[in-house]
């Protein structure tokens, strides 16, 4: 996975981080991972800095200075490495809930399968999720389907955060409009992605209930996701979303 950048935030992740960052430095010689850390009281961002000595080259840390939300760390880590030479760009959680062998799938629907957006997707082929509740998964579950019902975009899972950006794509998508900053972030991106006509590949995945720390999905997540949808398909309707 050469030219690649994985980008991770984290907020009290010290229980995942470093095993992450151990899985993926062996298992990919030539990628590169950056950590955005949003100030994390538990001592994230040091654990990561003690790491960056054993990767010097291949391991960098940004730190914002509070808990700042998914979507805008995300999108400082794009601007980070559209400033330099990455090619294909990944989303994944610390948490292990993504397969780190699961990267390469979507590595190759992006480099070989010239797919300009690769998801891992939990749902393109039945309901892929081990150990959450079941209450969780009419969740997600639902939440995909409303999406695709209000935005008429034909992806099964549009919340996915585990997810392959060709930088070509993400330098077209203006990332100073982007509005939302919890889980409805995935999917104002993939919207964007689709309106302008991206080739979008969905790939199947497993995904496993994080074992370690605590979860960060909210009831104000889930309201922005419900009515940030609406307002943003009425926007492009009536022409005035900023792509």
């Known amino acids: 996975m050469r030219q690649s950048l994985i980008i991770i935030p984290t907020y009290n992740e010290i229980e995942n981080i470093g095993l992450m960052i151990d899985a993926l430095m062996a298992s990919y010689k030539y990628t590169h991972v950056l950590i955005i850390d949003d100030n994390s009281p538990d001592g994230t961002a040091q654990l990561v800095q003690t790491k960056q000595m054993d990767f010097p080259s291949r391991l960098f840390l940004e730190q914002r200075q509070g808990k700042l939300g998914l979507g805008t760390a995300y999108i400082h880590g794009f601007k980070w490495a559209l400033g330099r030479d990455y090619e294909y760009i990944f989303e994944m959680d610390a948490d292990f809930s993504h397969n780190p062998e699961d990267l390469e799938h979507l590595y190759d629907t992006c480099s070989n399968g010239n797919a300009d957006l690769a998801i891992g997707s939990r749902y393109i082929k039945g309901v892929n999720v081990v150990n959450w509740p079941l209450s969780r998964i009419l969740l997600s579950y639902g939440a995909s389907m409303y999406v695709r019902l209000i935005t008429g975009m034909p992806v099964k899972d549009a919340t996915a955060g585990f997810v392959c950006y060709k930088a070509s794509l993400l330098r077209r998508i203006n990332l ?51 009515i940030g949808v609406l307002s943003m398909k009425l926007k492009s309707i009536l022409g005035k979303l900023e792509l």
């Not at 993939?190 to 909210?218: C, Q, Y």
């Open 176 to 226: 100073d409009t982007i509005k939302f900053v919890g889980y409805a972030f995935q999917i104002e991106l993939k919207f964007k992605a689709w309106l302008l006509k991206a080739n979008i590949v969905e790939v199947p995945v497993i995904f496993t209930d994080r074992k370690r720390g605590k979860s960060k999905m909210s009831g104000n997540i889930i309201s922005e996701a419900v």
